[in-house]
């Protein structure tokens, strides 16, 4: 056999393993994305009932109560549609609601002390649990795939076939989740 054919045989052998390394990465980023969707389903899920149980306890709190009940269906719209980005945004925003609420509840012993709405929230605490660490792991996957977009060898494949990793942002944590915690806002 010809060494220029082993040669070409070994360049496209190698080709194959890089660009197969990569779609396999690309896949997972885009199963960790659905991960993340599939956990905040169940906090949209949780969310209504929460409110109907606080709702007959905070009459004068329907503002937040109608916000965060409009950004539950925004972001439910946007789940397995629209770009990463926006559902990292309005995520943020449901964030900020959700945190608002916890501390408006605060303001309602009966409430604080009912068995369904502390049960509701320890659920609720569970489900941010794991959309926390869906997001870990779609984090560790768009790393993963932005080694393999920016590092050589595979850089050069990933720029032949196009494959980037710009359409997946690392969700990362607001401006307002990043500010510490004021406790005596918990002993109003």
Known sequence: MNIGWIIALVVALVFYV???????????????????????????????????MAAKFMEHEKTLMTELADLRTRAMQNTFVGSPKEKMELENMLNQKLQDFKISLENYPDLKSNQTM??????????EEHIAAARRFYNANVNELKNKVEIF????????????????????????????????DYFK
Do not use: C, G, W
């Open 118 to 127: 502390i049960t509701a929230m320890e659920s609720m605490n569970e489900v």
């Open 18 to 52: 890089l660009y197969a390394s990569l779609i396999k990465t690309r896949n997972k980023v885009h199963e960790s994305m659905a991960d993340v969707d599939v956990q905040l389903k169940k906090r949209y899920d949780l969310i209504p009932n929460m409110l109907n």
């Open 153 to 184: 060898p595979s850089s050069l494949v990933a720029s032949i076939l196009s494959i980037t990793y710009q359409d997946f942002p690392f969700f990362q944590a607001t401006e307002a989740e990043k500010a510490p915690i004021n406790s005596k």
